[in-house]
Structure formats: C-alpha cells, structure tokens
C-alpha cells in the first residue's frame, strides 16, 4: 500500500522551490530465508510463442488500413548549409503524400539549438526532407527527384582533429561540449609523485555501433487531434513527453505503444526525431504512416558509442596498494548532444578501487559525425578497457598476479557519497567465483602449438542497476481467479515481461499461467522510467509486489470472512486458500473471486526508496583464455567465465541469457566492431557486411558463475540489474591475456589483426 | 535527372506456407515488401537489406533465402514457407518449441530467420555436429542471445549421431 509523502525542500536562493516525493510500500523484503516458489526457477518467456510463431508485433508490423511508407533524405556532406531545395517534383510524384523539409516543416526546436529539419547539416546522414508515399518504392523515386543544393562547409572528424585549435567548428563555440568534468578526491598528483610504482598510459576505445536488428522507427497515425506511435523505443513515457511537447498536444492525446521490439541496447533510449517527422507526415497527409530507418540510417543517424582516448596513471606502493588513480578522457560526441544517459567514462576511475587519490577530467568533444548515444554500460565499458587494463599493466610492473592485486584494492563502500554498499562483499564473491570456476592459476605458465599462443586475462567492473523511484504498477483480481497486471514499462527483449510475471505469481500464490502482464503503452499503463541503466527489474519488481500485496491483503480478508478464520491464519500457495492446521478448509482464489464478482479486487503499488545511508552496486569479474597466431594476428576466444553479483535471480535463464549475450558484444567491441569514417566524414561501413558483429562460430564457450545471493537492504524484491554490467569487462580481459599470450600490450579497441601484427613485429625485430 | 521509370508488373503464382496465392507485382518488387505488406505475414522481419543478417530468411523449395534481396518474380512457381507456416495449426513445430524451452529467444527479432535457417538444416543435414550448426548459422545475426542457447536449441532437434563438437 503506498503511502505518498511529499516535502517541500525550500531553495531559499530564490530559484523554484524542490519538492521530495517518497513512496512507502511497507513490504519486508525477500530475503535469503524466505521460501519462494515461483520467483528463482528457469520459465520460459512468456511471450515465448508470440516470436517463434511469428505473430509478435514490432513497430513497423502494424497493420492499418491506407498506411503510407515514409523515408527520409540525409545529408551526403559532414557539413554543409542547404541554399536551396525544391521539393515540387516530389510532390508531384503520383502516390505521394507529404513531403517535409526545412522550407515546409513547421519550425520544431531539436537538440539544444537546432530545428527538426534545420538548414545546417553537421554529419553525413544528418535528416533533410522526409516524404510519405504509397509504397517504399514510390518513397524512394520521391527523394530522388528533391533538389537540394548544398553549400559545403568546412568539417572535422575524429577526436584528434577535432581538438587541434585551428579545427573547423563543429557548431559556433568550438568543438568542446561544455568544461571539462572534473571530479577529484585527495590530491592524485602528489600522491603520484610519491609513488614507487607509475603507470603512466594512453588507451582508446572506437566507435561502435548498436545494430539492433530491427533498426528505430515507428508507425504513427491519427484520430481526430489524437495521435498513435508504435514506436520501437525504450521509454514509451519520455517518447510521449516529446512528441506532445513538440507538436503541442497534451500528453492524454498522445499514445505511444511498444509491443515487441528487436533491441536497443541504449539507442533507443531518447525519442528521436522519426517519431515526430513520421507524426507530421501523417498529419499531413491524413493517412497512417511507417518510418522505418534503414540500416544505413540507423549505422549513420541512430546513435552510437563514442570513441574515446584515455591518459591512465596508476600510482601504487611496491606492496600493490593503489595510491593515485588519475585519468584525462577525450570522447568523440558526434555532432549533437542528444540527451538520454550520458557516457560517463569518468565513474569507474572513481568508484571500482579503494584509493584516497583519484581524478578525473572529462571533456565531449563535437565532431561532424553522427551522434552519439548511451550503448550498454555506456562510459563503463570505454573506462574499464583503460582502468582494467592499465591495472593488467602495474600488475606485471609489481611482478604481482593481477587477481591478488584487485584482491587487495577493491571497493568496499561508495567512495563518492562516503556510503557502504548494500553488498560490500559483492566483487569479492565475483573475483573467488570467476577464479574458481575458471582454474586460475598465477604460475601457470603461457602455452601454444606452432604459431598459436594461449594465455589468460580477466577484469572487474562495478555498475548501479540498484532501480530507483518512481515506477508503478496495477494488479486486478478477474472473476475467474486470473490476474492481470498493468504497468507502463517496456520489455526491450531482455525479458521484463516475464521476469515481473513472476514477481506478481510469486506474491498472488498464483500459478504463473494464470497471470497475464500488460506493458508497453502509456494509455493504459501506469508511469514507469526508461528501460535503461539495467534497472527495469530492480524498479518496476518492487512496484509490481506491492501491488500485488496490496490485492493479496483484500484477497486474504475475503476468504477470511468466506472460512470464517482470521486472515493472519490463512496460507495461500498455488491458487489455494487453506487454513493454517485445518487442510480441509480450504478455497481457490477463483471461489472467492467469483463469489465477489463484479466487485473487483484490485492493488496499486509504487517503487519504494532505496536505503538510506547506503549505496546499492553490482558487480563482476570475468576470466577469459584466449589464443593468438602470431602469424596471421587472430585472437580466438576460448572461453570465458563470467561471474555477475545482481542481488536475486529471479529467473536464471533470463540472466544466462544477459550474460552470454553480453559477453558476445564484448567479444566484438574487443575484436572486430568499428566504424570506420573516410577523411571525407563518409562512414564505410554502415552496413551489416562490413561493420562486423559476432555470428555464431564467433562465441566462445562462456560459463556464467552465478552469485544468486539477495540484496534484500536494496528493494523488496532483492533483485538487482544485470542487463548492461557482464560487457564492462569482456575487452579487457581478452587484452589481458593477449598480453599474457604473446607478450605485447595492445592498448587500443578493436585489437584487430592489423594492430596484433604491427605490435608483434614491433615487438620481435629480428625476423625468425 | 527527374525521369521516373515506366514500371510494368506481372502476375505471379506461388505457394506460400501451403496455400496457392496469384499476385500482380512490380518487377523490382521485393519477396520481403510482398510478403509482409501484400499476405500481411509479418513473421521475415526487415534488417540489413543486403543478405547478411538473415532476419529476412524465408525457405523456397525448402532452401534459406534472404527474402530482402529476392525478387518476388523470382518465387514464381515455387514454394514459400514463412515461420507462419512452421506450426501445425495450434501444434508447434520442435524447433519452435525447443527454442522457447531453451531459452533461445530473446527480443525475438532474429528468431524467424533462426528458426527457418535451423529447419533447412535438419532437413538437409539431421544430425549435424555443434560445430556444423555454428557453421551453418553464419549467415543468420543475433545480437542479443550470444547464440549458444540457439545452437543447444538446434541441436536438441536434431536426431542422434551428430557428435559433440
């Protein structure tokens, strides 16, 4: 039952006034000695049917009647001002609709200082007129009769470039995004003076891209003054604030729904232009229409992960303490800030290790590229390749095993906030599991056959995935004993769905098949946060169980007055009712939900607070082997031993399934993922051919070590995230023991066949 | 420059997932654009339009086609199978089932392709090895799953005697 309490926290410098809401559900947590049933066991999806059969229904799958197919024109030029456009061929093109471009489309605010369809163009893909036509084809010969005339601007790509001082500005004021974020603690600098042992490097990490396999678009339709998006987003809440503010709606007129959705990996995070322009163009042309991107689109225009270059010094006294932590991060932001998470590459220098001495300085860097967007553990993944490996580095420099060192440092309590964690012991147990299962061994010594070489790796990471307030969620009884749960969160994939499915069975002591759980669309659901920062399940969990709590209260005093017992002697296990010491007194939910029908019984629950006092983490360890041939630069992960502390598992599958799936994306982060832009800002490889990502003979044998151990300090529920952490150190793990392997230190992503055999003919330079 | 092609279309007869179905298309119609917007079968979904990622992936004549890159003349005279048409009425196929059970779907984007990718191998191939099933699932992306739960899925399919790598 929450109980809502709201403070007004008085500025008194005569800005607004703050106000605190805090949401008490009352609920104890689940804890270890708590007997569940049906939270902890390995069920299938529950939408499992709906994808093998085919039937689920993604945003481009929606199926209205006059639907009109929508493209959008981009720039060919990194930077460039339009002179010009002339839109009337296309117009004029028998089966299109609306065309929209920056001569015709109403003047929308976009990114901090720019227009929807801006007559400045800043990357090659950046959007220049959209047209809605009758089918694909006709869209297409439709852009291609718009006459645009570009006037070339001078243009800069790559952090380097971007940074010189006489670089073309990306936008009026230069090319940093703001000042530098600094953040400090102790005195790094003098510490490093005084310490015995320096590790003084630079490392970089590339642009990626997210290639979820079903690329952002939507389909938008009107009625009347009310508009319908099926958009493939990760928020159907933040998607629907925007769309209303930029077109002017009020938010009850503005339905966004997401079903099913092929992945988002933290591009979809934001609401991106498509929804609005697929909205105007609809409006336009009084028709329903489909934008979807296509993958050149999405690898140029939806987002990406920013490259970054990293100065690590590591400062540690000749026992292996760390003393210093000091890092100095350029990332490459693209050419706009789109908002949504940013990439904090700083936090994992100021949070993984104990260290009284730790700065950090922090600066986005505008290039005319496209955009970049949070992408799983965005910042942690960039961050921990330097830190990881630079601790790899003062390990060897120590003659020291690198599992003793992080042994002996790691953190134990939030040194920003100055607060223990929840689980203090959490990397502990990652580092002892991993290595266990893993047989590492510090005097095992590197092995190989003819030009291949083997050796071992491993790195840590920590992440939040604590979940936090807001985020809500209904339960009703149905007269038949069924349940149903609302909530206005979304399943991205990784299976929310089905995990919260199991949270209400669990508190309703109903089976799970007769629970059904309704998501994704902000007409019926209530508020819930993005799906991001792997905390779906840590917020919506708690929200789901104190709904269900507060139904299972009412339920309970009904059958109490139907027994005639007190409602404190009822159990209720499987959809039975039973009296405590008295088995034959007993119901099914469904008597009593019938017997009440049409009166309902309903529960209505909030996300509590976090604890106070206290920070809640997860963390991680993983081990890898690899083999390298010197000959031809192929690294080939053997295997891989992942071991994730994320509170409870609520459904072991489901997190198997986020480990092994993020290993594989570390996997091609460390190896083969890169965008490669030409001196000309055009992307090469904005294509599934050439951008490569992991296929099946690609992934190595992974073991995923559970740590399945409640936080119950961290919500009711003691789950906590797991979605984004198991990537953070796949990369640097598998550098790691490269170096173990072969000898060279490749202090760059991706650590490609190209840069295994310059470092190694650096490294050996007599021929054999 | 503003020349917009003279287009004719033709009539076309095809068997999708068991049915006969006669269609007007354009020549340069896609089997994908056909299939999804013309039967209204969902199922092959759109990703990397160039016949790498197998999203797409339809059988005709029982062979792994991208249908994004495929004439939809070209299906004249053939048959089509789409993942609508792996079910037996309400009875699952065993790969359908064995990719629920096994955990094998995730954002569930990639897994028409998957599935139909694993049924022309099996049918091809009944007991293939883990390494061939690796192998032959080259042309089909995931990027959610880490694809060993597909593989166990597959090979919990396949008839004994494929060996263990």
């Known amino acids: 039952m929450p109980r809502l309490h709201v403070d007004r926290l008085r500025s008194g410098d005569g800005s607004e006034d703050e106000y605190r809401?805090?949401?008490?559900?009352?609920?104890?947590?689940?804890?270890?000695?708590?007997?569940?049933?049906?939270?902890?066991?390995?069920?299938?999806?529950?939408?499992?049917?709906?994808?093998?059969?085919?039937?689920?229904?993604?945003?481009?799958?929606?199926?209205l009647a006059g639907l009109l197919h929508a493209r959008v024109l981009r720039s060919p030029l990194p930077h460039a001002r339009i002179r010009r456009i002339d839109t009337a061929a296309a117009e004029a093109l028998p089966g299109v609709h609306a065309v929209l471009g920056t001569h015709s489309a109403p003047a929308i605010r976009w990114y901090p200082d720019g227009l929807l369809f801006d007559r400045?163009?800043?990357?090659?893909?950046?959007?220049?007129?959209?047209?809605?036509?009758?089918?694909?084809?006709?869209?297409?010969?439709?852009?291609?009769?718009?006459?645009?005339?570009?006037?070339?601007?001078?243009?800069?790509?790559?952090?380097?470039?971007?940074?010189?001082?006489?670089?073309?500005?990306?936008?009026?004021?230069?090319?940093?995004?703001?000042?530098?974020?600094?953040?400090?603690?102790?005195?790094?600098?003098?510490?490093?003076?005084?310490?015995?042992?320096?590790?003084?490097?630079?490392?970089?990490?590339?642009?990626?891209?997210?290639?979820?396999?079903?690329?952002?678009?939507?389909?938008?339709?009107?009625?009347?003054?009310?508009?319908?998006?099926?958009?493939?987003?990760?928020?159907?809440?933040?998607?629907?604030?925007?769309?209303?503010?930029?077109?002017?709606?009020?938010?009850?007129?503005?339905?966004?729904?997401?079903h099913h959705m092929g992945g988002g990996f933290g591009s979809k995070q934001i609401a991106w232009k498509h929804a609005v322009i697929a909205a105007l163009l609809a409006r336009r042309a009084g028709r329903p229409v489909r934008l979807m991107l296509d993958r050149e689109a999405e690898n140029l225009a939806a987002g990406n992960r920013n490259a970054t270059r990293q100065r690590v010094r590591l400062g540690a006294t000749r026992d292996g303490t760390l003393t210093a932590i000091s890092a100095r991060i350029e990332q490459d932001t693209g050419a706009y800030l789109v908002g949504g998470e940013g990439s904090n590459t700083s936090a994992i220098y100021q949070t993984l290790y104990r260290c009284p001495n730790v700065t950090t300085e922090q600066v986005g860097v505008y290039t005319n590229t496209g955009p970049a967007v949070a992408f799983r553990a965005p910042g942690h993944v960039e961050g921990a390749f330097a830190l990881e490996s630079a601790m790899d580095e003062l390990a060897r420099a120590l003659d020291m095993d690198p599992l003793a060192l992080r042994l002996r440092n790691y953190a134990e309590a939030d040194q920003r906030r100055g607060r223990p964690y929840t689980t203090p012991d959490g990397l502990r147990l990652c580092y002892e599991r991993a290595a266990a299962e893993f047989g590492w061994r510090r005097d095992r010594r590197p092995s190989g056959q003819g030009s291949r070489r083997r050796g071992i790796g491993m790195a840590a990471h920590d992440w939040g995935g604590s979940g936090y307030p807001p985020?809500?969620?209904?339960?009703?009884?149905?007269?038949?004993?069924?349940?149903?749960?609302?909530?206005?969160?979304?399943?991205?994939?990784?299976?929310?769905?089905?995990?919260?499915?199991?949270?209400?069975?669990?508190?309703?002591?109903?089976?799970?098949?007769?629970?059904?759980?309704?998501?994704?669309?902000?007409?019926?659901?209530?508020?819930?946060?993005?799906?991001?920062?792997?905390?779906?399940?840590?917020?919506?969990?708690?929200?789901?169980?104190?709904?269900?709590?507060?139904?299972?209260?009412?339920?309970?005093?009904?059958?109490?007055?139907?027994?005639?017992?007190?409602?404190?002697?009822?159990?209720?296990?499987?959809?039975?009712?039973?009296?405590?010491?008295?088995?034959?007194?007993?119901?099914?939910?469904?008597?009593?939900?019938?017997?009440?029908?049409?009166?309902?019984?309903?529960?209505?629950?909030?996300?509590?607070?976090?604890?106070?006092?206290?920070?809640?983490?997860?963390?991680?360890?993983?081990?890898?082997?690899?083999?390298?041939?010197?000959?031809?630069?192929?690294?080939?992960?053997?295997?891989?031993?992942?071991?994730?502390?994320?509170?409870?598992?609520?459904?072991?599958?489901?997190?198997?399934?986020?480990?092994?799936?993020?290993?594989?994306?570390?996997?091609?982060?460390?190896?083969?993922?890169?965008?490669?832009?030409?001196?000309?800002?055009?992307?090469?490889?904005?294509?599934?051919?050439?951008?490569?990502?992991?296929?099946?003979?690609?992934?190595?044998?992974?073991?995923?070590?559970?740590?399945?151990?409640?936080?119950?300090?961290?919500?009711?529920?003691?789950?906590?995230?797991?979605?984004?952490?198991?990537?953070?150190?796949?990369?640097?793990?598998?550098?790691?023991?490269?170096?173990?392997?072969?000898?060279?230190?490749?202090?760059?992503?991706?650590?490609?066949?190209?840069?295994?055999?310059?470092?190694?003919a650096a490294h050996r330079p007599e021929p054999a | 420059m503003n020349v917009i092609p003279i287009r004719s279309s033709s009539e076309i007869r095809l068997t999708v997932n068991g049915r006969p179905v006669t269609l007007e298309v354009r020549p340069e119609a896609l089997l994908l654009d056909v299939l999804r917007d013309r039967l209204q079968l969902k199922g092959a979904r759109r990703s990397c339009d160039m016949q790498v990622c197998g999203a797409c992936t339809v059988l005709v004549d029982g062979a792994p086609v991208s249908a994004c890159t495929y004439l939809a003349v070209e299906a004249d005279g053939r048959e089509v199978l789409t993942v609508e048409g792996l079910a037996d009425g309400d009875r699952l196929d065993p790969l359908q089932e064995a990719f629920i059970e096994h955990g094998a779907v995730q954002c569930g984007f990639c897994t028409a392709g998957m599935l139909l990718t694993a049924k022309a191998l099996l049918a091809e191939e009944p007991s293939p090895s883990p390494a061939r099933v690796a192998e032959y699932l080259r042309g089909n992306l995931c990027r959610c799953t880490g694809y060993r739960k597909i593989l166990d899925a597959i090979l919990a399919c396949a008839a004994p005697g494929g060996g263990t790598r």
């Open chain 1, 471 to 760: 985020g809500y969620a209904w339960v009703k009884l149905n007269g038949d004993g069924s349940a149903e749960v609302v909530t206005g969160t979304q399943d991205i994939g990784t299976g929310t769905r089905t995990g919260l499915t199991q949270i209400a069975a669990e508190e309703l002591g109903l089976p799970l098949e007769r629970v059904l759980l309704h998501l994704g669309d902000t007409a019926t659901g209530v508020y819930a946060p993005v799906s991001a920062g792997s905390a779906t399940q840590a917020t919506i969990g708690p929200a789901v169980r104190a709904a269900a709590a507060e139904a299972r209260r009412q339920l309970l005093e009904a059958a109490a007055t139907m027994l005639e017992a007190a409602p404190a002697d009822l159990q209720l296990r499987e959809g039975t009712i039973r009296v405590a010491g008295a088995p034959d007194r007993a119901l099914d939910v469904a008597d009593v939900t019938r017997r009440i029908a049409p009166h309902m019984i309903q529960g209505h629950g909030a996300r509590g607070p976090n604890p106070d006092g206290k920070a809640v983490r997860t963390f991680g360890a993983q081990c890898v082997e690899v083999e390298v041939d010197v000959d031809t630069g192929e690294v080939s992960v053997l295997r891989v031993v992942a071991s994730h502390e994320c509170g409870r598992i609520v459904n072991p599958t489901l997190v198997d399934s986020q480990v092994l799936g993020a290993v594989t994306q570390g996997v091609g982060f460390a190896l083969m993922e890169e965008r490669v832009v030409d001196a000309g800002g055009v992307v090469l490889n904005a294509n599934l051919e050439e951008y490569k990502v992991p296929t099946a003979p690609d992934v190595p044998a992974v073991v995923h070590a559970r740590v399945d151990r409640p936080d119950p300090e961290a919500n009711a529920t003691g789950a906590k995230g797991i979605g984004e952490p198991p990537l953070v150190p796949t990369a640097p793990a598998i550098a790691n023991a490269v170096f173990d392997a072969v000898g060279v230190r490749i202090r760059h992503t991706p650590l490609s066949r190209r840069r295994l055999l310059a470092a190694l």
């Open chain 1, 120 to 258: 400045t163009l800043r990357f090659v893909g950046d959007e220049v007129a959209a047209v809605a036509a009758e089918s694909e084809e006709t869209a297409a010969d439709a852009l291609r009769l718009v006459a645009v005339e570009y006037e070339p601007l001078p243009f800069v790509v790559g952090l380097e470039a971007a940074l010189r001082p006489e670089a073309p500005p990306v936008r009026e004021g230069g090319n940093l995004v703001g000042p530098p974020k600094v953040y400090a603690r102790g005195d790094a600098e003098a510490a490093l003076r005084e310490a015995p042992v320096v590790i003084d490097e630079t490392y970089t990490t590339q642009t990626a891209l997210h290639n979820c396999l079903e690329p952002h678009g939507c389909t938008a339709t009107w009625d009347g003054e009310r508009l319908t998006l099926w958009d493939s987003t990760q928020s159907v809440f933040d998607v629907r604030e925007r769309v209303a503010e930029t077109l002017g709606l009020p938010e009850h007129r503005v339905r966004v729904i997401k």
């Open chain 1, 21 to 63: 809401v805090v949401e008490r559900t009352g609920l104890a947590a689940w804890d270890a000695t708590t007997a569940l049933t049906v939270v902890g066991r390995p069920y299938p999806r529950v939408e499992g049917a709906e994808k093998v059969t085919g039937r689920a229904c993604y945003a481009g799958d929606v199926r």
